[in-house]
T-cell receptor, first 114, second 112 residues
Framework: GENVEQHPSTLSVQEGDSAVIKCTYSDSASNYFPWYKQELGKGPQLIID?????GEKKDQRIAVTLNKTAKHFSLHITETQPEDSAVYFC?????????????FGQGTILTVHP | EAQVTQNPRYLITVTGKKLTVTCSQN?????MSWYRQDPGLGLRQIYY???????DKGDVPEGYKVSRKEKRNFPLILESPSPNQTSLYFCASSRQGLYGYTFGSGTRLTVV
């Protein structure tokens, strides 16, 4: 089955700096890669996703890049703000027709210091 | 408001006593799924459903049952809970396979 590795497990930055979180996946048939943000006491919330037919996607201060050959994808947050502090999860779907099967990384605790 | 609603939010039960966690979505989504979240292990998928009467195993299905008799509901059943099923559980729904899941607020289950 799919295996998703996420690094780093914790990340501390100063407000205004950029933050980068990286994930690798094992199933070459995976074609959907979402990123989730989880705040304390809440369920994960989708913040951006990318499909395998594109290499990069941007939404305001966040962007995701995908390298299918190397089987890795990354989340980039620019101009970080204290409210970006949360746990971030990457995920990858199973290949073939198992679209609903989604495997998550272990999570990254991001802390943005004012 | 578009949402995934799961109940209860908190549950303490004893080993072996059957329980059901309910999940309902009001977005007419095709896909629904259950996850458990444990420290250091991230989110692990238990079961998912692609439509009414269509379900499949996730990565950690042992000890759990699900059913999808109606499109909006996807209950999680623990026939004989054990302490290793103590966890934070999330239900989620998605309109199609290549779209992100919308998560509920979670159910914290403790089995003693």
């Amino acid at each position: 089955g799919e295996n998703v590795e996420q690094h780093p497990s914790t990340l501390s930055v100063q407000e205004g700096d950029s933050a980068v979180i990286k994930c690798t996946y094992s199933d070459s048939a995976s074609n959907y890669f979402p990123w989730y943000k989880q705040e304390l006491g809440k369920g994960p919330q989708l913040i951006i996703d990318i499909r395998s037919n594109v290499g990069e996607k941007k939404d305001q201060r966040i962007a995701v890049t995908l390298n299918k050959t190397a089987k890795h994808f990354s989340l980039h947050i620019t101009e970080t703000q204290p409210e970006d502090s949360a746990v971030y999860f990457c995920a990858a779907n199973a290949g073939g027709t198992s679209y609903g099967k989604l495997t998550f990384g272990q999570g990254t605790i991001l802390t943005v210091h004012p | 408001e578009a949402q995934v609603t799961q109940n209860p939010r908190y549950l303490i039960t004893v080993t072996g006593k059957k329980l059901t966690v309910t999940c309902s979505q009001n977005m007419n989504h095709e896909y629904m799924s259950w996850y458990r979240q444990d420290p250091g292990l991230g989110l692990r998928q238990i079961y998912y459903s692609m439509n009414v009467e269509v379900t499949d195993k996730g990565d950690v299905p042992e000890g759990y049952k699900v059913s999808r008799k109606e499109k909006r509901n996807f209950p999680l059943i623990l026939e004989s809970p054990s302490p290793n099923q103590t966890s934070l559980y999330f239900c989620a729904s998605s309109r199609q396979g290549l779209y992100g899941y919308t998560f509920g607020s979670g159910t914290r289950l403790t089995v003693v």
